[in-house]
């Protein structure tokens, strides 16, 4: 017979965290009145009606000098020159690849756009192209950056950077865009013994730290040795951790996921998904973020 768990309710106390916020953020519904303002210029998410600006979309108002916008709090990718995605490959066409980054049209990796195997620079021949899926084919997670967007919106991705390329071993996780802190950098070797990409599109992945990473390769050579049992560990803890943040809609940065890290060690890694105990370690993330910032 399959074991059963079984958990009694434990009456909790409200949690009250008493330290200081940060300004009050404009939240709006669709239909809602931004402002009646007619110096105002309208941006994403808004929409004029009666000299009245009024929101089209369920998120937080922004203003940038007279540009008023209100970014979607549940939405699909929208991305920007230099952001860090992680996204799957759809589809090889000529002299390019289709890559699923959760935006709205699917990205596009030019062949022109990546390392040559070995480093070398020189212009993609015609074997180059007939060798595109020994690069990279259907069903391949790859790291890139957005290098420019098009006019209907897609984005152009490159990889000529060594630390972008083919995942090879690892666990993805995909979350909502708006959760993933922007930072200087999205990769990030945590003490734990497990590094992360936190890519802007919302797509994570979580992978054992390599001693020695190999730089003739150009990013594309998967490595398929076996990983030790600890490291699994610390990656199924890294990951509950993740989905514990995010069920309380905590902001993701490499310090927030060390800190929920910390705090679920000891606990069990399946317990951290319980509620109360999930609860728990959040919470007193929370409080080490709030002392932290002071």
């Not at 069903?139 to 890139?144: E, F, N, P």
């Not at 991705?157 to 390329?165: D, F, I, V």
């Not at 995010?246 to 940065?253: N, S």
């Not at 996921?257 to 509620?275: F, N, R, V």
């Amino acid at each position: 017979m399959a074991a059963v768990t079984m958990r009694l309710p434990v009456p909790r106390k409200p949690a009250v965290v008493n330290a200081p916020r940060g300004p009050e953020k404009h939240l709006v519904a669709p239909g809602d009145t931004i402002t009646t303002d007619t110096g105002y210029m309208r941006g994403h998410g808004t929409y004029v009606e009666d000299d009245k600006l009024i929101a089209s979309v369920a998120g937080v108002v922004e203003r940038v000098n007279k540009l008023i916008c209100v970014r979607a709090l549940n939405t699909r990718y929208n991305g920007e020159v230099g952001d860090v995605v992680v996204g799957r490959i759809t589809e090889v066409q000529q002299k390019r690849w289709k890559v699923e980054t959760y935006s709205r049209l699917d990205s596009v990796l030019l062949l022109s756009s990546i390392n040559l195997p070995g480093g070398e620079l020189r212009r993609r021949s015609i074997e180059d192209e007939l060798a595109m899926r020994d690069c990279l084919q259907e069903g391949d997670l790859i790291s890139a950056e957005v290098q420019s967007v098009f006019t209907d919106g897609a984005l152009s991705l490159h990889t000529r950077s060594l630390k972008y390329g083919k995942l090879s071993q690892g666990v993805l996780i995909q979350v909502s865009p708006s959760l993933v802190k922007r930072q200087k950098t999205h990769f990030h070797d945590l003490p734990c013994g497990a590094s992360v990409i936190l890519g802007n599109n919302g797509y994570i992945w979580i992978y054992p730290t390599s001693e020695q990473r190999d730089e003739e390769t150009g990013g594309f050579i998967t490595n398929l040795e076996p990983v030790s049992m600890s490291d699994r560990e610390v990656i199924s803890r890294v990951r509950n951790c993740i989905v514990a943040l995010v069920t309380h809609k905590l902001m993701l940065f490499d310090t927030s996921i060390l800190y929920c890290y910390e705090a679920s060690l000891p606990h069990q890694i399946k317990d951290i998904l319980k509620p109360e105990v999930m609860e728990q370690i959040v919470l007193e993330t929370q409080h080490r973020l709030l002392d932290l910032e002071g």
